[in-house]
């Protein structure tokens, strides 16, 4: 079964600062995508960026961009120019391609953005 | 709908009683996933729809949990005799196609059993 480790459970930036958040997995497939979703204090879960398995390069949105490093088996996401609204529980997940269609989520990771 | 809607965002529930929760999808989405999140922790996989037919409820964690999509859009998680246990967030969340499309999460609807 795939497993997603988030290892930091807090983590703090200064406003306008660049922070990296951490997620490797465990898989044994080639194929699969990878997520990272923000939900703020309000709840809802919010997609931020998403990475094929078969794409070298690392995805890009705006001011989130991901460090996809298949063979470590390591996803991380950095966020530049942190803003305020940024402050939310982040949380890293894998799909599979075939058979489950089902996330699987890491414990998330607090992200608290200091102006 | 502009996007995937729950209801009742808030349940409190006295032990024993029966509950229905009820999610809304993103119009035309095919499939649907339901997914429990239990304070401090990420959320964990229920049940998953592909139109009217339930293709894996795998992760229903008793069989006092039941989940239902009878026409295709609107879905239904029931959990009957409901024990302190299962207070938690579960979360609908919807895809427009049956495999790897990215799925869109409702507001959740936070159930606490008394």
């Known amino acids: 079964a795939q497993t997603v480790t988030q290892s930091q459970p807090e983590m703090s930036v200064q406003e306008a600062e660049t922070v990296t958040l951490s997620c490797t997995y465990d898989t044994s497939e080639s194929d699969y995508y990878l997520f990272w979703y923000k939900q703020p204090p309000s709840r809802q879960m919010i997609l931020v960026i998403r990475q094929e398995a078969y794409k070298q390069q690392n995805a890009t949105e705006n001011r989130f961009s991901v460090n996809f490093q298949k063979a470590a088996k390591s996803f991380s996401l950095k966020i530049s120019d942190s803003q305020l609204g940024d402050a939310a529980m982040y949380f890293c997940a894998y799909l599979t391609q075939g058979g489950s269609e089902k996330l699987v989520f890491g414990k998330g990771m607090k992200l608290t953005v200091n102006p | 709908g502009a996007g995937v809607s729950q209801s009742p965002r808030y349940k409190v529930a006295k032990r024993g009683q029966d509950v229905a929760l009820r999610c809304d999808p993103i119009?035309?989405?095919?499939?649907l996933f339901w997914y429990q999140q239990a304070l401090g922790q990420g959320p964990e996989f229920l049940t998953y729809f592909q139109n009217e037919a339930q293709l894996d409820k795998s992760g229903l964690p008793s069989d006092r949990f039941f989940a239902e999509r009878p026409e295709g859009s609107v879905s239904t998680l029931k959990i009957q005799r409901t024990q302190q246990e299962d207070s938690a967030v579960y979360l609908c969340a919807s895809s427009s196609r049956a495999l790897t499309d990215t799925q869109y999460f409702g507001p959740g609807t936070r159930l606490t059993v008394l």
């Open positions: 119009s035309g989405h095919v499939s």
